[in-house]
């Protein structure tokens, strides 16, 4: 069974930082692209990040701010979020994109609040 879960989030000021976490399970994680997007109300879905073993991609709108890394050995991904802004108030998802296959699965999501 797939278990993809994320962890993390919060009410942060703006300016300040926030690490996301995603444990996933169930998965041969090497095959998978891991990804981070972000929903704020009325919006669409948005990609943030996405890492794979060989490379990594950014939203121009988090570029110099945030930082995606992957731990293989404990099948995890992270989004360190910093210099944070109101407009990235959203609920937070992990994604898992097998890189050959059409799989791919969704945690559950992390509210992230940035206000004073």
């Known amino acids: 069974q797939v278990q993809i879960v994320e962890s993390g989030g919060g009410l942060v000021q703006p300016g300040g930082s926030l690490r996301l976490s995603c444990a996933a399970s169930g998965i041969i994680f090497g095959f998978y692209v891991m990804g981070w997007y972000r929903q704020a109300p009325g919006n669409k879905r948005e990609l943030v990040a996405t890492?794979?073993?060989?490379?990594?991609n950014y939203a121009d709108s988090v570029k110099g701010r945030f930082t995606v890394s992957r731990d293989s050995a404990k099948m995890s991904a992270y989004l360190q979020m910093n210099s944070l802004k109101p407009e990235d108030t959203a609920i937070y998802y992990c994604?898992?994109?097998?890189?050959?296959?059409?799989?791919?699965?969704w945690g559950q999501g992390t509210q992230v609040t940035v206000s004073s």
């Open positions: 994604n898992a994109e097998h890189q050959f296959t059409t799989e791919s699965y």
């Open positions: 890492i794979s073993g060989s490379s990594i």
